[in-house]
Every structure is written in structure tokens, then in C-alpha cells.
């Protein structure tokens, strides 16, 4: 009588790695660092000449209903500087500062460390004790000017519905509120945020307003899971919105409906 074969002992089923974790996995370790450093170099590159070398009065960028969001809000036009001044100080501090972006341009223009696992190329740390890095800590009082610009985009799309008594729905128009809703989920779902909303709270039924408090910041935290695809996403929102204001302004002509 033949033996019986012993019966197969069942594997634990492993999912692959998917095409994204194998190309991911295949990238060499510097290609990260290097496209950070791109995107933020062109980035602050763009940011420096739309504010002071731009075409148009005093270099802003607006074309009929549509205002670029590197001028918004816009209190004037004329005077000894540019008006971006008095807005890119905030946005672009509140970024600078921003936990994610510290992260992102630590490791990728400082190598400071160039990736987890990886020592420290410094013999002495010293964290955000010393200046410059410590104005870092300013980040939390960056974020009441930055939610101000946020409302002002939030108002001037919702104008450019309006065009002298006609409801206008521009191309531009979709770009400006996208813009808007991208600046909204990365400045809202900001880590200031989300310890004001409820974060430094240890009881949420022992103060006034717990239960409000922390089903908002339940919300915050549900933005701030994703908080560095909000930063990148917005950040290009807000580029390409002002390139489209741009090319608005240099004449081409913007798709719309008016009725």
C-alpha cells in the first residue's frame, strides 16, 4: 500500500510589492533628494521673478476677473515696491516652516540625515536651537496670516463669477477655485492646526465645547494624513494658476460661458 503524501501545509498568501512599490524600489536613493531640490528651486525661482521682474503695472499679474494668488489679496497697485510683498511673506513663511517642508528640504538640501537609517553627517546636533533654523518655531504663528490669504482666494474666485452683472464661468475660474480648495486642505489640515483644534487637549468632555472640538479635530486630522500631497498639489496649484493669469495677460484667450 503506497503512503499516503502528507497533506500541503498552507502558505501565508504576500500581495506583491505592485507596480509603483517595484519601481520604487528600483529608483536609486538620490533621485528623491534631487527632484525635491527641482521642484522647490524652480518654485522659488518662479516665486522671486512673478513678484519683482514680471511684465504688467508694477508686475502684477491680473487679466479682466482673474487675479494671480502671489498679489491676493491686492490693496494697490502703485507704490515704491511690488505689491506681492505685502502677501508672499506669509504663505511663503508659513511653507518654509511647515513640518513636512522641514523634513523635505533638511533631507534634500542639507542631507541632514539624506534618509531614515542613515547617520547624521554632523558630529554635534543641535535641532532648531540655533539661528537660522530656530525661527522654525515661528510656524504655528504663521498659520492665522496664512488662513487670511485663504479667504481672500476663496472671495476673489467666487468674483470672478460676476462680470458686470453676468455670470461669467471662466476657465480661469475653475483654476482659481481648484487653487483654493488645495490652499484650504494643506492650510487646514496644517499640524498647528490640528493641536490647536484639539490636539493639546487631554479630556475633551472636561472643557466647554469638547464634543465640537473634537469632531473638528477628527477633520483636521483627516487632512493631515495626507498633508504632504497637500503641500506638493497646492504648491503647483498656486504656480499654475499664476502662469495661466499670465498667459491671460499676455492675450490668450480664456474658454468661458457667459450668460
Known amino acids: 500500500m503506497a503512503a499516503e503524501a502528507p497533506p500541503a501545509v498552507a502558505r501565508p498568501h504576500r500581495e506583491g510589492l505592485g507596480t509603483w512599490g517595484r519601481l520604487r524600489r528600483a529608483t536609486p536613493w538620490w533621485a528623491q533628494p534631487l527632484t525635491v531640490v527641482a521642484a522647490l528651486a524652480a518654485f522659488t525661482g518662479y516665486s522671486i521673478w512673478t513678484s519683482f521682474f514680471g511684465p504688467g503695472p508694477n508686475h502684477v499679474a491680473e487679466a479682466g476677473p482673474y487675479l494671480s494668488p502671489f498679489f491676493s489679496p491686492l ?4 507704490g515704491p515696491v511690488t505689491p506681492a510683498l505685502w502677501v508672499l511673506w506669509s504663505p511663503l513663511g508659513f511653507r518654509a516652516t511647515c513640518y513636512y517642508y522641514r523634513k523635505a528640504y533638511y533631507r534634500s538640501f542639507f542631507w541632514d540625515p539624506p534618509a531614515c537609517a542613515v547617520g547624521e553627517i554632523r558630529r554635534r546636533y543641535r535641532g532648531e536651537t540655533r539661528l537660522p533654523l530656530v525661527l ?3 510656524h504655528r504663528f504663521f498659520w492665522y496670516p496664512a488662513v487670511i490669504v485663504v479667504v481672500f482666494l476663496w472671495i476673489e474666485a467666487f468674483e470672478t463669477f460676476d462680470d458686470r452683472g453676468h455670470l461669467y464661468l471662466g476657465l480661469g475660474t475653475l483654476f482659481l477655485l481648484l487653487n483654493a480648495v488645495l490652499l484650504s486642505a494643506y ?7 490640528r493641536h490647536l483644534a484639539g490636539g493639546g487637549l487631554d479630556c475633551y468632555s472636561c472643557v466647554r465645547g469638547g464634543k465640537s472640538r473634537f469632531r473638528l479635530w477628527r477633520g483636521v486630522s483627516v487632512l493631515n494624513a495626507n ?3 497637500w503641500a506638493w498639489v497646492s504648491m503647483f496649484s498656486v504656480v499654475w494658476a499664476e502662469v495661466y493669469v499670465r498667459l491671460v495677460q499676455a492675450g490668450m484667450p480664456d474658454p468661458h460661458l457667459r450668460f
Open 227 to 229: 498633508h504632504p500631497m
Open 187 to 193: 492650510t487646514f489640515g496644517c499640524h498647528a492646526f
Open 75 to 78: 490693496w494697490w497697485k502703485t
Open 136 to 138: 522654525n518655531n515661528l
